[in-house]
């Protein structure tokens, strides 16, 4: 059964490095992506050209992102009766103690630096794959 | 900023766990995993509440980094608990792992509900439960970032 991830970024080249880092730990993933906040509510609430979305089994979303701010898309989801059951991982660059404090606030699932470095930052995509997709228990619905 | 288990300063896990054999079985599997844990154990849902709110012989106690929580436990149940830490503006920011012998679908939706950060199933085999202990330790406290102060 495939697993469906959001990943909501607005980088090119922080979403080829996901794509392949996830294509390498386990081919049974489909990644989906939206490049700002307004269309990830769009896709989380089947709008629009999201009509035929599938509910994502795990979302991860960027915290600087044009239109609609991932604080703001976070806080959404997480006052949504259905998609808070939704486990969303914050993966961004920022390291700022504010961003952090505020992002667990919001109940953000957790809460990942994105390295620097390109061997690192596959390393971190293969633990969330670890972890997240074969460890964790996830709701089946919301 | 806390760099968690890797400036040498300790970790403080809250384990919230009423079965003696799985706490020895946590202890030990933590304690190979990563020796900076500093492991504390409340043995029922009152008294967990008791460490995080630092009442009676609790004063002293440190606010943990991540809580391990049981859901079936006496005295209150771990969804309650679950509740009152989610709920409260200071302790809401700790991340709070659901470890449970339970795999029943409406325990699941229900932790993710009350807003569990993820919910983890016991397994039976012992190599399996310390190779979960051993994922807890790479994902939370090695790659994470974790709030500093709630």
Avoid at chain 1, 58 to 66: M, T
Wanted: glycine share 4%.
């Amino acid at each position: 059964m495939p697993v469906e991830i959001l990943l909501v970024e607005d980088s090119p080249g922080d979403v080829r490095l996901t794509k392949e880092a996830f294509r390498d730990a386990n081919s049974a993933i489909r990644l989906h992506v939206v490049a700002d906040g307004v269309e990830a509510l769009a896709f989380l609430r089947h709008e629009g050209v999201h009509a035929r979305a599938p509910r994502p089994d795990l979302i991860l979303l960027d915290l600087n992102l044009p239109k609609m701010d991932g604080r703001e898309v976070l806080a959404r989801i997480k006052t949504d009766a259905s998609l808070k059951l939704i486990p969303t991982v914050i993966l961004t660059t920022s390291d700022a103690e504010a961003d952090i404090v505020k992002s667990y606030e919001l109940q953000a699932n957790c809460y990942l630096s994105k390295p620097v470095q390109l061997d690192a930052f596959e390393a971190l995509v293969k633990s969330i794959n670890d972890f997240w997709l074969t460890k964790v228990r996830l709701p089946r619905q919301g | 900023m806390k760099t968690i288990g890797r400036d040498g300063s300790a970790i403080e896990v809250l384990l919230v766990e009423d079965s003696p054999g799985d706490v020895r079985l946590t202890q030990e599997a933590f304690r190979e995993a990563n020796v900076a844990i500093h492991l504390h154990v409340a043995v029922d849902g009152v008294e967990a509440m008791a460490f995080l709110s630092r009442k009676g012989i609790h004063v002293r106690a440190p606010r943990p980094d991540l809580i391990l929580l049981d859901l079936n436990l006496p005295r209150m149940d771990g969804r309650e608990v679950l509740a009152h830490i989610k709920e409260d503006a200071g302790l809401k920011t700790i991340p709070t792992v659901i470890l449970t012998t339970s795999d029943a679908e409406v325990d699941i939706v229900k932790s993710y509900q009350l807003q569990a950060n993820c919910y983890l199933t016991k397994p039976v085999q012992l190599d399996a439960f310390e190779s979960l202990v051993k994922s807890i330790n790479d994902f939370w406290l090695e790659k994470l970032r974790l709030a500093q102060s709630g």
